[in-house]
């Protein structure tokens, strides 16, 4: 099983970034997808999910209404538009999948992948 994100990076606040995880080694369409982030010191912090063919989205009050969560089933993806970034959002942004619903605080997904690093400076 495999899940590498990518698309992070450093932004000017203000900016936006759109984070992608393409996936493997699992059948995609059965899973819910999510973005977790953590900063450094902090606890993990749930970002958005998208349930299995993509009807439901769901997103953190910290990102919601500057983010859209998309999937494509076809290419096995994930994607995460982020807009109006704050130097807040700077954190470890993870993709991850669960067979369930899992909207936290324990966070205990199927599968994650390793991260991808989003710095925003003022």
């Known amino acids: 099983v495999q899940l590498q994100a990518s698309g992070g990076g450093l932004v000017q606040a203000g900016g936006s970034l759109r984070l992608s995880c393409v996936t493997s080694?699992?059948?995609?369409?059965?899973?819910?997808m999510y973005w977790i982030r953590q900063a450094p010191g902090k606890e993990r912090e749930f970002v958005a999910a998208i349930s299995r063919r993509g009807v439901t989205t769901y997103y953190g009050d910290s990102v919601k209404d500057r983010s859209t969560l998309s999937r494509d089933n076809a290419k096995n993806t994930v994607a995460l538009q982020m807009n109006s970034l704050k130097p807040e959002d700077t954190a470890v942004y993870y993709c991850a999948a669960d067979i369930t619903l899992n909207l936290g605080p324990d966070y205990d997904m199927d599968y994650w992948g390793k991260g991808t690093q989003v710095t925003v400076y003022s």
């Open positions: 080694g699992f059948t995609f369409g059965n899973y819910w």
